[in-house]
C-alpha cells in the first residue's frame, strides 16, 4: 500500500509519520511530499530516513491514499490531481471542509458520510474535532438547543514559527518572525486567524459551521469565541451547553464514560480534571469540570481539551485511513 503524506517536513505532517508507525498501519510505501525547496531532503519513518519528493513524483506515482498537510491553497491545487489517478485523499487543511460534497469526518461521530464515490475526505478543525467528540453523543441523549464556547488554543495550532516566537520571548529575546500582531509570552490573543465582516474569526466561524455540518445539525445555535494562549501544546475549551431534554451531572457523566475516544476527568475535589499537560501525545479527548449552570434550565458548563496535533489533527486523519482500509474501499 503506497501512502503519501503532503507536508511532510510540516508539524502536522510530521506528526502523521510519527502516529502512522505508532498504530503500525500498513505501509509498503510511504511517499513524503513537500515544497521544492525540501526536495531530496529525508524524513524519519521507522527508524530509516526516507527521501521527500515533488508533488508531480509523487502523483506518478499514484498512491492508493494521500494525507494532505500542506495548506488550502497546495490543497485546492493538487488534491484533485491525485484524485485523478486514483487516490483518495484526507486533507486537513480548510480548503474542502464545507463543499457539500465532501465528507467532513470525525471517525466516532460520522464516518457513515463517507461514500464509495468519496476521493477526498476533509480532516475537521482540530477544536471542531475536540467539541464534537464530546457533544455528539450528549446531542443523542438529551438533543443540543444552544452552545457557547470559548477556545483557549496553543501556539501550535498557528505552526512552528509561533512556537520559536514563544520561546524566544520566553528566553527574553525580541521574536525573529512573529506569528502574532503582539507578544504572546505572558499574554492571551483573543486572535485566532482573520477577522471577518461579522467581527468574528475564522476560526470562531469554522467552529460554528464545521459542528452544524459534521453532527447534522444545520440549525444548531453555537457562538463561539478563540484565544491564542502561550502554551505549547493542547487546545481547550469551556463550554456552556443548554439540551433540550432534563439531564444531571451524573448522566452526563455516564454518556461520556462510554464514549469511545472520549475520557472523563472530572474530581475537582482531588484536583483532577483536564489540562494540556494531560492531554500531550494521547490521542483522547479529555472532559471535566462537568456542573450545572444555576442560571439556566437544562444547561450545563463542560471543560474539553485535547492534543490538537494528534486527535485534532494527524491521529484523526489517520483514524480515518485505517477505517477505509478497515472497509475496503482500495
Not at 451547553?241 to 451524573?250: A, C, E, Q
Not at 486527535?311 to 484523526?316: D, E, L, P, Q, V
Amino acid at each position: 500500500m503506497r501512502i503519501a503524506v503532503v507536508g511532510a517536513t510540516g508539524l502536522v505532517g510530521r506528526k502523521m509519520l510519527e502516529v502512522l508507525a505508532e498504530r503500525d498501519v500498513l505501509v509498503t510505501e510511504l511517499i513524503p511530499v513537500a515544497s521544492e525547496r525540501s526536495v531530496g531532503s529525508t524524513v524519519r519513518f521507522k527508524n530509516k530516513d526516507v527521501l521527500v519528493v515533488g508533488m508531480e513524483e509523487a502523483i506518478s506515482l499514484k498512491p492508493d491514499f494521500a494525507l494532505f498537510s500542506a495548506g488550502g491553497n497546495i490543497s485546492l491545487q493538487w488534491a484533485p490531481n491525485f484524485t485523478e489517478v486514483g487516490t483518495t485523499v484526507i486533507d486537513n487543511s480548510s480548503a474542502w471542509r464545507m463543499d457539500k460534497d465532501v465528507p467532513l469526518v470525525v471517525p466516532e461521530v460520522n464516518f457513515d458520510t463517507i461514500e464509495p464515490s468519496s476521493k477526498i475526505i476533509a480532516n475537521p478543525n482540530c477544536s471542531t474535532i475536540q467539541l464534537v467528540m464530546a457533544l455528539y453523543p450528549l446531542h443523542q441523549h438529551f438533543g443540543l438547543n444552544r452552545v457557547v464556547v470559548s477556545t483557549y488554543q496553543s501556539v501550535s495550532g498557528t505552526g512552528k514559527s509561533a512556537i520559536v516566537q514563544l520561546e524566544e520571548e520566553e528566553a527574553g529575546v525580541e521574536a525573529s518572525k512573529p506569528s502574532y500582531h503582539h507578544n504572546i509570552h505572558r499574554n492571551c490573543i483573543p486572535h485566532c486567524d482573520q477577522f471577518l465582516e461579522n467581527g468574528y474569526t475564522k476560526e470562531e466561524m469554522k467552529l460554528v459551521h464545521e459542528s452544524r455540518k459534521i453532527m447534522g445539525i444545520p440549525e444548531l445555535r453555537l457562538t463561539a469565541t478563540a484565544v491564542r494562549v502561550p502554551v505549547i501544546g493542547g487546545h481547550s475549551e469551556s463550554v456552556n451547553v443548554k439540551f433540550d431534554r432534563p439531564t444531571s451531572v451524573d448522566e452526563i457523566r455516564r454518556v461520556l464514560f462510554a464514549c469511545s475516544g472520549v475520557e472523563v476527568q472530572d474530581n475537582p475535589s482531588q484536583n483532577i480534571y483536564p489540562m494540556p499537560l494531560i492531554a500531550y501525545e494521547k490521542d483522547a479527548v479529555f472532559v471535566g469540570r462537568i456542573r450545572k449552570d444555576e442560571s439556566d434550565e437544562n444547561t450545563f458548563n463542560l471543560w474539553i481539551v485535547s492534543d490538537n496535533l494528534r486527535k485534532g489533527a494527524a491521529t484523526n486523519a489517520i483514524q480515518i485511513l485505517e477505517r477505509l482500509i478497515t472497509h475496503g474501499s482500495l
